[in-house]
């Protein structure tokens, strides 16, 4: 009988893992069955106590879970309890360890898939949720000049550049503030997207050769790349590549091999195209 893993989430009906761990899985010659399970928003405890009583291994939690399933591991790895966010369980007997492989899916897209350089540049990160907030202490590793969060609740740009003082170059605030600074890679961590709006991002901040990365992804530009595009971005990116990587690194926790990525979202791209 195969390994069983899902993700949780709601709504979770358009997830693209099942499709990559299925890839994955055929690629590392891995048994696993895996599925995407609409979780009442009441009921996440209940659906995941219920998921283990039948066997299942491991799962990747989405929005809205993130925070719940924090709290409901019972070991955390660093970066997930740094992040206060988990992505990916892994059942063990008694233990239900929480990880977060969403800042290692980021940087391995940008440094590895992307050739983008953090180190030494001036970085701008764009909202202060959940979202963003699992991504501040990877990027925080890779070096930059400067970290700017900047949120459209300044508050919590502040709070979160507080949470994180003294693991780098760190500011946070308001969109007013950015006036007059520019940065060499913007990455979007907000859900505007969603929505179809744009963060008000002062027209000047994307300095000349710089990379927008929207971690959303769709079909089509998403607003914010199409604003990057027209106020100088020299490069685009999506977040399907930091989805895939993500997922390679659950996948790698869970079964101890790390799947290549690329083919993955040549595939995923593809699907998009037809
Ligand atoms: P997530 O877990 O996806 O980050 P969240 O915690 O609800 O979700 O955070 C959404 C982020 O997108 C926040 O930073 C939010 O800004 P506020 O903190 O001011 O609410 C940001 N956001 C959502 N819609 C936005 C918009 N139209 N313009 C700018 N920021 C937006």
Redesign the pocket.
């Known amino acids: 009988m195969s390994d069983r893993y899902a993700v949780f989430g709601n709504p979770v009906g358009h997830s693209k893992s099942p499709a990559i761990h299925q890839a994955f899985a055929v690629q590392c010659h891995q048994q696993i069955s895996y599925r995407a399970i609409l979780t009442p928003r009441d009921g996440f405890a209940a659906s995941v106590r219920g998921f283990v009583a039948a066997g299942g291994r491991g799962a990747n939690v989405t929005?809205p879970f993130?925070e719940e399933a924090w709290r409901l591991a019972t070991r955390l790895s660093v970066r997930a309890e740094l992040a206060g966010a988990v992505n990916t369980l892994l059942f063990a007997g008694a233990e239900t360890l929480g990880d977060n492989t969403d800042g290692a899916g980021l940087l391995r897209d940008l440094t590895c898939n992307l050739a983008c350089r953090v180190a030494g540049q001036r970085v701008l990160l764009?909202?202060?949720?959940?979202?963003?907030?699992g991504v501040v202490a990877p990027l925080l590793d890779a070096r930059p000049a400067l970290l700017w969060i900047a949120?459209?609740?300044a508050a919590?740009a502040s709070d979160l550049a507080q949470r994180f003082a003294g693991r780098g170059a760190l500011a946070g605030g308001a969109y007013q503030e950015l006036e007059g600074e520019a940065f060499d890679l913007v990455i979007n961590?907000?859900?505007?997207s969603l929505?179809g709006?744009?963060?008000?991002l002062p027209a000047g901040a994307f300095a000349s050769g710089s990379m927008a990365y929207d971690m959303m992804y769709g079909q089509g530009e998403t607003p914010f790349l199409a604003y990057a595009r027209e106020h100088g971005a020299a490069r685009l990116a999506d977040g399907l590549g930091m989805l895939v990587e993500q997922a390679a690194e659950a996948f790698y926790l869970w079964r101890g091999v790390r799947p290549n990525s690329a083919p993955v979202v040549a595939m995923l791209r593809g699907t998009e195209r037809g």
């Open positions: 929005l993130k764009l909202g202060a949720g959940g979202a963003a907030r949120n459209r609740t919590r961590a907000t859900s505007a929505a709006e744009l963060p008000p």
